[in-house]
C-alpha cells in the first residue's frame, strides 16, 4: 500500500521500519524541523528522520501543516493512506487527503487515557493492563473510530520508560497488521462511545514540571506509582531544605513502598547516611533506590549517600507541600 508517514520521536521509528519491512511504498515521512538541542544547542534531526534516510525516504519537515507548498507537495505524493504515530495534530486539509482515510496509533486502550501522554498517566495511575489503538483519525483529538487493538500487561515495577519501550515494539506489530487489513478491505470499525463499557473516563494531559512535583502527604502506594509513570523522564521531584534554609532539587526514578501505620509526619527524612534513604507519606515510607541532586548525575542511593557524606541527613527535610493532579 502506498503510504505516508508522519511521527517525530524515538517511539515511532519501530512503526516505521515495521511498515517498509512488511512491504508497504512509503512514498515519504513527514516529520518536525530539526531543533537545536543539549548545551551546544547544535541542531538535531527528529529520530523518524534519521529513520527515513536510512531507509532512502524522502523527509518533508513542514513549519505549518497548513503551508499550502506543503499541501501541493503532500498530495502531488498520490498516498492512498496516512499513517500517524506520535506527531501533531492533522488539519482536516491534511487527514482527509487520502482516498482511504488517515489512521494512528495511539498509545492506549481507547477511549480511555486520550492525550499527550498515555504511557505516563496509566502507570501513574497504577493500572494492570494497556496497550496499543489504531484508530481513523476525524475533526475530534482521540476519538475517531478504533480499527484494532493490542493489549499490553503493565507489571508492578514497571516504569514508563519500560512500558514505552514494549508498546513501541508491539504497537508497530499491531500497526503493520492494521495497514494490511486495510489494505485488503478486511477490517471493520467500532465507534469509541461502544468501547467505552460505562466505565469513567481517564485522561492523559499534558505533563508539566509543575505536574512533576511530588507530595508526601499522599498514599505511600500511590507515590510509588508516580515515581515510575514519570521515570525515567521527565522525573518526579523533590525539594531538600537544608538546617540554614537552603533548597537542594532532588529527582527520584525508582523507589519501593515500606508499609507502616505508624510512620511519622509526611516528608520526614530516614536515613543511615551510607546505605538507605527513605520519606515519609501517608500509610509508610517511600524507600529511595535511584535518584538525581541537581546539576549532578543519576545514581543509586547508596553512591549518593557517599556523594553527600558531609551533609547530616538527620538535619534536613523534605519540603512537602506539593501537589499531585488528579
Known sequence: MRIVFMGTPEFAVASLEALIESGNEVAAVVTSPDKPAGRGQKMQEPAVKQCAVRHGVPV????????????EALHSLRAELFVVVAFRMLPEEVWKMPPSG???????????????????????????RSGTTVFFINREIDKGNIISYREEAIHPDDSAGMLHDRLMLSGAAHLAESVSAIASGNYKTLPQDNALQNQPLKGAPKIFR???????????????????????????????????????????????????????????????????????????WLAIRSLRLEGKKRMETPDFLRGIHQLNMDEYRIFASSHIPT
Do not use: M
Not at 219 to 234: A, E, I, K, T, W
Open 60 to 71: 518533508l519537515q513542514p513549519e505549518k501543516l497548513k503551508d499550502p507548498a506543503f499541501l
Open 102 to 128: 488517515t489512521i494512528n496509533l495511539h498509545a492506549s486502550l481507547l477511549p480511555q487515557y486520550r492525550g499527550a501522554a498515555p504511557i505516563n498517566w496509566a502507570v501513574i495511575n497504577g493500572e494492570t
Open 210 to 284: 509543575e505536574t512533576c512535583k511530588i507530595d508526601w502527604n499522599h498514599d505511600v502506594v500511590q507515590l510509588h506509582n508516580f515515581v515510575r509513570g514519570l521515570s525515567p523522564y521527565p522525573a518526579a521531584w523533590t525539594t531538600l531544605v537544608s538546617p540554614k534554609g537552603g533548597r537542594l532539587t532532588l529527582k527520584i526514578y525508582e523507589t519501593a513502598v515500606q508499609p507502616d501505620s505508624a510512620s511519622p509526619a509526611p516528608g520526614t527524612i530516614d536515613s543511615d547516611s551510607k546505605t538507605y534513604l527513605r520519606v515519609a507519606a501517608n500509610g509508610g
